[in-house]
């Protein structure tokens, strides 16, 4: 394993990188931080924790918060110790060695490649509904026209439209709780409170724990994005201060958009009565006969998935810039316009979007599947990475610089420890596990692909 990388030199890259805008304010990188978890896997794919759990949801999400918010306070923790290291991929990095750092970078911007087309496919199912004379295909190019567009602006034109749409999510998810809150205690409900339907039909865990706990293998993935917020941050006036807010934000957001809104829905409606697929939110306000409910979710959900592809847009070309500044990728692309965009960066990351698309309709269930499924484990693959980045440099700063570590990782080192822990048993479990092991060996043959080109790379270069 290589040794701890110079925190200076992570900075620089091994080519030297041209300064990024620092546009982004602090109410951008908060609004980034706050939407990256907010997104179609709340509002449409909670259906299916709720419909396997039933009311003990509520926990599964809880113990998938957690995690996540560990991971986070890792990142906050070493970006504080590490200044001019942000970017998540550059935490395996420094902490584990070149290599680590490669394949973090290169996995990561994988991942978003593939959700960008993703995302651009849901948005234009959504928008398909209101426009059949349109195809699906040219809704989703149209999407991701319009949205590499705005990343080619300049970054301050990202972080407004990012601003705003997580915005729109935020008062969305606040507006729901509030409202079912009121039908939930009795005080728009004429029938009285509803909080029986958490233990009425089968108890709060009716298929039992171990379903609970198994649940989060899915639940996870719907918390990941939250380290979004370290790029954006590196495109901010302070940097590490903004990265090191966040452990504080990941915790408000968990328990209230996400326990709180599952709380909600459970306590409104029967959990049997939620059909995998179709969103609980639509459902709820259904049950309390919200005028136009379905609609304004439609509305809701969309708004996600043109945030997510903008944020997908953005994170997949400050991968690939950074990649080449530390001599991971063509050279060509350190290299910024007038405005300070890496416009090159994103040109490409958007074509290969454009390419995971076009598989979407050309090879559905083969080139397109692959896609999919090998980007199943690929996030906590990275997180995990960042984990034991943690402890490696955590020991070194303790030998070294004692006085830099502003910001402590909770419970150190147990809690690394335990954030370790559950992520492997999560992996191991989607290995075992007959419907969730493609995942699993998908993902693993796209990071042996991606560690035998770092080898090859090294080769070529003696």
Same mark, same amino acid.
């Given at each position: 394993m ?13 080519y030297?990188?041209p300064?990024?805008s620092?546009?982004?304010?602090n ?8 939407g ?7 509002f449409?794919?909670?259906s ?18 957690l995690?996540?918010?560990?991971v ?5 923790e070493?970006a504080m110790?590490?200044?001019g ?17 490669f ?15 993703i995302?651009?496919?849901a948005?234009?199912?959504?928008l398909g509904?209101w426009?059949?004379q ?8 149209g ?11 300049s970054?301050?034109?990202y972080g ?25 205690f ?8 509803t ?7 089968g108890?709060?865990a009716p298929?039992?724990?171990g ?11 719907a918390?990941?994005? /939250?380290?979004?917020?370290?790029? %954006?941050?590196?495109?901010s006036?302070? *940097? =590490?201060?903004a990265?090191?807010?966040l $452990? +504080?934000t ?16 459970v ?7 939620i059909?995998?697929?179709y969103?609980?939110f ?9 005028p136009?409910g379905?609609?304004i979710?439609?509305l ?6 043109l945030?997510c592809?903008?944020s997908?847009l ?6 690939l810039?950074?990649?080449?500044g530390?001599?991971? /990728?063509?050279?060509?692309?350190? %290299? ?5 965009? *890496? =416009? ?5 990351? $958007? +074509?290969f979007?454009?390419?995971?698309l076009?598989?979407?309709?050309i090879?559905?269930?083969?080139v397109?599947s692959?896609l ?8 906590l693959?990275l997180?995990?990475m ?5 402890l ?8 070294e610089?004692?006085?830099?570590l502003?910001i402590r ?22 290995a ?9 060996w ?21």
């Amino acid at each position: 394993m290589n040794d701890v990388i110079p925190a200076e030199d992570i900075a620089l890259g091994a080519y030297g990188k041209p300064q990024l805008s620092q546009s982004l304010q602090n109410r951008h990188i908060s609004m980034i931080a706050i939407g990256g978890i907010i997104g179609a896997g709340l509002f449409v794919g909670s259906s299916t924790t709720i419909a396997q759990v039933g009311p003990a949801a509520v926990i599964t999400y809880a113990l998938a918060g957690l995690i996540i918010m560990l991971v986070m306070r890792m990142i906050s923790e070493m970006a504080m110790a590490m200044p001019g290291v942000q970017a998540f991929p550059d935490f395996a990095r420094a902490g584990i060695g070149h290599w680590a750092g490669f394949l973090s970078g290169w996995l990561y911007w994988y991942f978003w490649v593939v959700v960008v087309a993703i995302e651009a496919i849901a948005g234009a199912k959504i928008l398909g509904q209101w426009f059949p004379q349109v195809e699906p295909w040219q809704i989703g190019v149209g999407l991701m026209a319009l949205l590499t567009g705005v990343n080619l602006m300049s970054t301050r034109s990202y972080g407004e439209f990012e601003f705003w749409f997580s915005l729109t999510k935020v008062l969305a998810i606040i507006g729901f709780i509030f409202v079912a809150g009121a039908w939930a205690f009795g005080i728009s409900n004429p029938s009285g409170p509803t909080f029986s339907n958490l233990t009425e039909h089968g108890g709060f865990a009716p298929k039992g724990w171990g379903v609970a706990l198994a649940a989060v293998t899915s639940t996870i993935f719907a918390l990941c994005g /939250a380290e979004i917020s370290t790029i %954006a941050a590196a495109e901010s006036a302070e *940097p =590490a201060k903004a990265v090191a807010r966040l $452990s +504080l934000t990941v915790t408000v957001r968990i328990v209230v958009f996400y326990i709180l809104a599952i709380l909600m829905i459970v306590s409104v409606v029967p959990w049997s009565q939620i059909v995998p697929g179709y969103s609980p939110f639509a459902a709820t306000l259904a049950a309390m006969q919200v005028p136009g409910g379905e609609t304004i979710m439609n509305l809701v959900v969309l708004v996600a998935v043109l945030s997510c592809l903008n944020s997908g847009l953005y994170v997949t070309s400050r991968t690939l810039f950074g990649l080449a500044g530390h001599g991971d /990728a063509p050279q060509w692309l350190v %290299a910024v316009n007038a405005r300070k965009v *890496p =416009a090159r960066a994103i040109l490409v990351a $958007s +074509l290969f979007s454009y390419g995971a698309l076009a598989m979407e309709r050309i090879s559905p269930d083969t080139v397109f599947s692959f896609l999919l499924n090998s980007s199943g484990v690929t996030m906590l693959l990275l997180y995990l990475m960042v984990a034991v980045a943690q402890l490696r440099t955590r020991a070194m700063i303790e030998r070294e610089a004692t006085k830099s570590l502003q910001i402590r990782m909770w419970f150190h080192p147990f809690a690394t420890l335990f954030a370790i822990a559950a992520m492997l048993a999560v992996v191991v479990f989607m290995a075992i596990e007959p419907a969730l092991a493609s995942q699993f060996w998908a993902s693993l043959a796209v990071a042996a692909a991606f560690l035998l080109g770092y080898g090859a790379m090294r080769m070529a270069r003696g």
